[in-house]
């Protein structure tokens, strides 16, 4: 049972709709910790439980919000709870309790597609481990579906190559250039790209080494994705996504060749469904790109092409 002791508000700044909508944490959330002013405030202080999953963010596309979080070792599934916020307050459903958006959710990311563009949400997650016990709420974060600008969702595209080596069924090491030929800069921060092959099963991050990238490795996160459906040529992806420092992609620019390596014990190289065996770039769309939680470039595995 949790012994819920505090309350927090949230102020919702009028920078995420300046900033399109697309990423907003809760800044300083314990700072309003002891506010009384608004009666459905939320509260996540449960000391005797274990720690909340960490670095909770939301992006938003259209009508659509990515939730994602730190994974959290030896946890079996996750809760995540949507508040509308209103008044710069999340407003539960009723004063001080907890509604359940989604349960079971086994990866560390979700995507809610019951939103509605213009309106602006907030959200918690906490773990939930095999013996029953529940984790903390993780601190707010909110986020404001809105329509993409189109010339941003259409001037993506994903080149790859195959470096040294190539692909063996014990390595993978792709090269992989993002480019940017519209006329607005894009914020690497709202972009993941997935890279589907085979013999996935049991990796991890650890799996996987970033090699050449021009705006700092550091500033790669990749994750590794067992598919629940796996496809001719791919029953895993990597996703790699970017966190703030890794800044921009320049109008008319690119990221320049990123390098990276995924250790596997088994799969065949060449049949892996992103795999390209050409060595100079080449656009593959075999390679799939999100912006703001939208598919803008590339085929996932499975749907097939007109």
Request: charged share 15%; net charge negative.
């Amino acid at each position: 049972m949790f012994n819920y002791s505090k309350k927090a508000s949230i102020l919702v700044a009028a920078s995420i709709f300046a900033a399109g909508g697309s990423f907003m944490a809760a800044p300083s959330a314990h700072a309003a910790i002891e506010s009384n002013v608004v009666a459905n405030d939320i509260a996540w202080t449960n000391t005797s439980a274990p720690a909340a999953p960490s670095n909770v963010q939301a992006r938003s596309g259209s009508k659509q919000v990515v939730l994602t979080w730190a994974p959290v070792q030896g946890a079996s599934s996750y809760d995540v709870r949507r508040y509308n916020v209103v008044n710069n307050t999340y407003d539960s459903v009723a004063a001080n309790t907890y509604t359940v958006h989604t349960t079971g959710v086994t990866d560390a990311v979700y995507v809610d597609t019951s939103v509605m563009n213009g309106s602006v949400y907030g959200y918690v997650v906490n773990a939930v481990y095999g013996d029953g016990q529940v984790s903390q709420m993780s601190t707010p974060v909110v986020a404001a579906p809105m329509a993409q600008t189109g010339s941003v969702a259409q001037s993506l595209v994903v080149q790859s190559s195959s470096a040294a080596g190539g692909s063996t069924s014990s390595a993978i090491r792709p090269m992989v250039n993002i480019m940017n030929t519209g006329s607005e800069d894009v914020n690497l921060s709202d972009i993941r790209v997935r890279y589907y092959f085979t013999g996935g099963k049991d990796l991890t991050a650890k799996s996987v080494s970033i090699g050449n990238v021009s705006f700092g490795a550091k500033n790669v996160e990749p994750y590794i994705v067992n598919m629940e459906d796996p496809q001719t040529g791919a029953d895993s992806y990597l996703e790699l996504r970017f966190n703030a420092e890794a800044g921009i992609i320049p109008a008319g620019g690119e990221t320049g060749d990123m390098s990276f390596t995924i250790q596997r014990s088994s799969g065949s190289g060449t049949a892996d469904y992103s795999y390209n065996e050409n060595t100079t770039m080449s656009d593959n769309n075999h390679i799939v790109l999100y912006y703001q939680g939208a598919p803008v470039w590339g085929q996932d595995p499975g749907v097939t092409e007109e």
